[in-house]
């Protein structure tokens, strides 16, 4: 017997599909390690789009995306003891498709981290109450201590110690990018993710861990299910928003003018983007509360996201896809060819297409072929 599938987090996913694009757009088609910075943040347009991609993207959609992670593993192991080896399985194919996705389409992958801390996230599925309390705790507060030192340090370093903290020149795989191969691009971008990975697992690593944590003890209350509770959805909401939003917007305004001045600041540009990445959360808490309040209240704005978040594997991979082919040499060869605010409106498009897409593959098939390739290497035999 199937069970009613919940509508929010579906929504939520499909939602945060488009916050996960339009963040890493700027890195697929302007600069592979360094994204939006520098000459792409001059000029009027380009200057609002690094704003709003910083105030209002960067950092928030990947802690929603890990919290719906940690919320959906419930589905799979139901309570049961007996699910963990599926679950544990599923973890090892998201790993593999992980590891081909960043060597062949997009050196920032999430799927492989996933299936990494998916694995760890087993040790903690039947714990108490009070013990996923602490270890979220401990979890978030250690990630933000350690971020808010290295801050510190960097600023240190730069202004106190007078160290050039200059950023990195073109890479291998920029070069690539604008004239070469697909196969020539595998060990260019391998290279990208080996040196990136680390800086990934500081930033994200330890608050998308906590995210998970928080989205298994909430799912166990049934938190995106109906009914709503108005009232603690509304306090959810006001603090993301009214606390969240003004210091993300000062962060991106510090950053900005940072990366537009004659001279930028290495440890000023790495503190805004620490300071974004810390308080995240509260402006992520605010989207999770606005979508919750639209699913109960009004359904027809939000509910074209939901075949989007239910095969968000196949639409995550294929959002990859399409930007391989539209920057690389080997498809229309537009890499470092378009402005910043040219990439941000492209994400949006390509994220109502693939929504479009979603709602008509499931008027066919139950489920995403990924999402389907996926159920049928880990489901109980």
């Known amino acids: 017997m199937k069970t009613q599938r919940d509508?929010?987090?579906?929504?939520?996913?499909?939602?945060?599909?488009?916050g996960i694009l339009v963040v890493n757009i700027q890195f697929m088609g302007l600069n592979s390690d360094q994204g939006a910075r520098?000459?792409?943040?001059?000029?009027?347009?380009?200057?609002?789009?690094?704003?709003?991609?910083?105030?209002?993207?960067?950092g928030k959609f990947y802690l929603l995306f890990s919290f719906?992670?940690?919320y959906s593993s419930s589905y799979v192991i139901r309570n049961d003891r007996a699910n963990r080896p599926r679950w544990i399985k599923r973890c090892i194919v998201l790993i593999v498709f992980g590891a081909l996705h960043f060597t062949f389409l997009w050196h920032g992958d999430i799927i492989f981290l996933y299936g990494l801390f998916g694995l760890l996230l087993t040790f903690f599925f039947f714990r108490a109450e009070k013990?996923?309390?602490?270890?979220?705790?401990?979890?978030f507060s250690t990630s933000t201590i350690f971020i808010v030192l290295i801050g510190a340090l960097t600023f240190i370093s730069e202004f106190l110690l007078e160290e050039d903290l200059g950023t990195s020149t073109v890479s291998t795989l920029d070069e690539i990018l604008q004239g070469g191969t697909f196969l020539e691009s595998i060990p260019a971008r391998l290279e990208v993710w080996l040196l990136?990975?680390?800086?990934?697992?500081?930033?994200?690593?330890?608050?998308?861990?906590?995210?998970?944590?928080?989205?298994?003890?909430?799912?166990?209350?049934?938190?995106?299910?109906?009914p709503l509770d108005k009232a603690a959805n509304l306090k959810l909401m006001k603090k993301g928003l009214f606390l969240g939003l003004p210091i993300q917007i000062i962060a991106a305004v510090i950053l900005l003018r940072n990366e537009q001045a004659a001279e930028p600041s290495e440890s000023i540009y790495l503190i805004s983007l620490f300071v974004s990445f810390v308080t995240a959360p509260l402006l992520s808490m605010f989207y999770v509360g606005l979508i919750r309040k639209l699913v109960e209240e009004r359904p027809r704005l939000v509910l074209w996201m939901k075949p989007a978040g239910k095969m968000s594997l196949t639409i995550y991979i294929s959002q990859s896809v399409i930007t391989s082919l539209i920057f690389g040499p080997w498809g229309l060869g537009l890499f470092q060819d378009l402005q910043t605010w040219q990439v941000f409106i492209l994400a949006f498009g390509i994220w109502l297409l693939l929504s479009y897409f979603a709602a008509q593959w499931l008027k066919r098939f139950e489920q995403g072929p990924l999402e389907k390739l996926v159920s049928s290497l880990t489901r109980n035999r």
């Open 131 to 139: 013990t996923l309390k602490i270890w979220f705790r401990i979890i």
């Open 196 to 226: 990136s990975i680390s800086a990934g697992i500081f930033l994200q690593g330890g608050l998308a861990f906590a995210a998970f944590l928080l989205g298994v003890r909430l799912a166990r209350s049934s938190f995106l299910s109906s």
């Open 38 to 58: 520098g000459e792409w943040t001059q000029g009027f347009a380009n200057g609002a789009a690094t704003l709003l991609i910083a105030a209002l993207f960067t």
């Open 7 to 18: 509508t929010a987090p579906d929504v939520l996913r499909g939602f945060a599909l488009l």
């Open 68 to 70: 719906l992670f940690g």
